[in-house]
Nanobody
Framework: QVQLVESGGGLVQAGGSLRLSCAAS????????MGWYRQAPGKQRELVAGISSGGTTNYADSVKGRFTISRDNAKNTVYLQMNSLKPDDTAVYYCAVVRGTGRNYWGQGTQVTVSS
């Protein structure tokens, strides 16, 4: 059974930083691409950042230069370092094992709130 457990969300002022973590179990973590998604109220879930099994990364234009995704295969954990946070970054952030449309495994989500 695949389990993804996110942590690290919270309330932060604009310009601040947060680091999200996602611990995975039930999969061979090192061979799976991973991603961070977010969903704001009234909006569709969107990809924020992805990282391949080999460490290649990609980012949404809205977070390039501010967010960094990384992975530690020894700890079965993927991270999202978020700097220079803006109120528009407020959302529930989800970790995912990226398997294709409709086939991702999802975590329960962690709330990130950025106050102005």
């Amino acid at each position: 059974q695949v389990q993804l457990v996110e942590s690290g969300g919270g309330l932060v002022q604009a310009g601040g930083s947060l680091r999200l973590s996602c611990a995975a179990s039930g999969i061979i973590f090192s061979i799976n691409p991973m991603g961070w998604y977010r969903q704001a109220p009234g909006k569709q879930r969107e990809l924020v950042a992805g990282i391949s099994s080999g460490g290649t990364t990609n980012y949404a234009d809205s977070v390039k230069g501010r967010f960094t995704i990384s992975r530690d295969n020894a700890k079965n954990t993927v991270y999202l370092q978020m700097n220079s946070l803006k109120p528009d970054d407020t959302a529930v952030y989800y970790c995912a094992v990226v398997r294709g449309t409709g086939r991702n495994y999802w975590g329960q989500g962690t709330q990130v709130t950025v106050s102005s």
